[in-house]
Nanobody, 119 residues
Framework: QVQLVESGGGLVQHGGSLRLSCAAS????????MGWYRQAPGKQRDLVAT???????NYADSVKGRSTISRDNAKNTVYLQMNSLKPEDTAVYYC?????????????WGQGTQVTVSS
């Protein structure tokens, strides 16, 4: 059974920093592209950042320059370091693992962790 467990969310002041972690277990391996998405109240879930198995990263324009995604393959964990946080970064942040293989497409989500940035 696949599990993605996020941690590190919380309340932070405008301009502060947070580091989110997502620990993957089960059949999720280093071959998966890992990512972070976020969903604010009343809005759709949007991409924040992704990192491929080879380490290639991609960021939403809204967080580019302020956030860094990384992965520790030995720990099967992905991180999102967020700096210079703004109130508009307030959302539930979800970890995602996806892979396209000969056996099919795989896409998994964590339960989410709340990030609240006060003004």
């Amino acid at each position: 059974q696949v599990q993605l467990v996020e941690s590190g969310g919380g309340l932070v002041q405008h301009g502060g920093s947070l580091r989110l972690s997502c620990a993957a277990s089960g059949s999720v391996s280093n071959a998966y592209t890992m990512g972070w998405y976020r969903q604010a109240p009343g809005k759709q879930r949007d991409l924040v950042a992704t990192i491929t198995s080879g380490g290639t990263t991609n960021y939403a324009d809204s967080v580019k320059g302020r956030s860094t995604i990384s992965r520790d393959n030995a720990k099967n964990t992905v991180y999102l370091q967020m700096n210079s946080l703004k109130p508009e970064d307030t959302a539930v942040y979800y970890c995602n693992a996806r892979r396209i293989a000969l056996t099919g497409r795989y896409n998994y989500w964590g339960q989410g962790t709340q990030v609240t940035v006060s003004s």
